[in-house]
């Protein structure tokens, strides 16, 4: 089998790649990120990628095609904070700029990834992609409020998860389409809001790529456009 991870260099992304290269099912492992990671595992063909330029995605994505077509991929790209960025206590908090940067980095970079990776799954047996989500997207469960930008941005990826999964459950019939929340992991991304999380749900990256690998292994094709936790169960709209 053949698998992409889109943003193999971050803490998630990196352990996601050590995970799978474990799995003897995986033939061809293909690993792209902005940069060349300090590290390499041995049978994985890394790859730079620019999210930046479209046409620079699809070329990327072009790159698979030399061992046939994709049967996993896995997009791992997005951002809760920055320099100058930071999630909102409250609504005098919002500034359009940093919400239309959250935005474009956590919904539309991976949607425009999905638009020229996902016509590479197999049409003739069990794909999936995967887009890492949150469950802080969901309008359901959104008990505290704040946080704006990090909410919406993941709310509009899990809107084009659902409706990517219907259109190409007409084209790749068995393709499965899902989000995952991979839970609190220790990054750098996280760093800063540890504090209010019970340190026994703060995971390791390597147990969270477990637990990722773990959910990707269990989906069926009824799990398509779904958004799904670490554990495995639904998170709700």
Same mark, same amino acid.
């Given at each position: ?130 887009? #890492? ?23 509009? #990826? ?80």
């Amino acid at each position: 089998m053949n698998v992409a991870i889109i943003g193999a260099n971050g803490s998630i992304g990196s352990s996601l790649v050590e995970n799978i290269s474990q799995d003897k099912n995986y033939k061809n492992i293909y690993a792209f990120a902005r940069s060349e990671p300090e590290t390499k595992v041995a049978n994985v063909r890394y790859n730079l990628i620019d999210y930046t330029e479209e046409s620079k995605i699809s070329f990327a994505a072009d790159i698979t095609d030399s061992t046939g077509p994709l049967d996993l991929v896995i997009v791992t790209i997005g951002m809760l904070h920055s320099e100058g960025i930071k999630p909102e206590k409250n609504l005098q908090s919002l500034m359009a700029s940093n919400l239309e940067h959250v935005l474009h980095t956590n919904t539309i970079i991976p949607a425009i990834v999905a638009k020229y990776f996902l016509p590479k799954l197999s049409k003739h047996s069990r794909s999936v992609f995967v887009a #890492l989500s949150a469950r802080v997207g969901s309008i359901g469960d959104n008990k505290l409020g704040g946080w704006y930008s990090y909410r919406m941005s993941k709310t509009a #990826l899990n809107m084009f998860i659902k409706t990517a999964a219907i259109e190409y459950k007409r084209t790749h019939t068995h393709s499965i389409i899902v989000g995952i929340h991979p839970g609190t992991v220790d990054s750098e991304l996280s760093k800063p809001y540890q504090n209010n999380v019970p340190q026994n749900q703060v995971f390791s990256p390597e147990y969270s790529a477990g637990k990722i690998a773990d959910v990707i292994g269990k989906l069926d094709l009824e799990d398509t456009g779904k958004i799904l936790a670490w554990d495995g169960l639904i998170i709700t709209p």
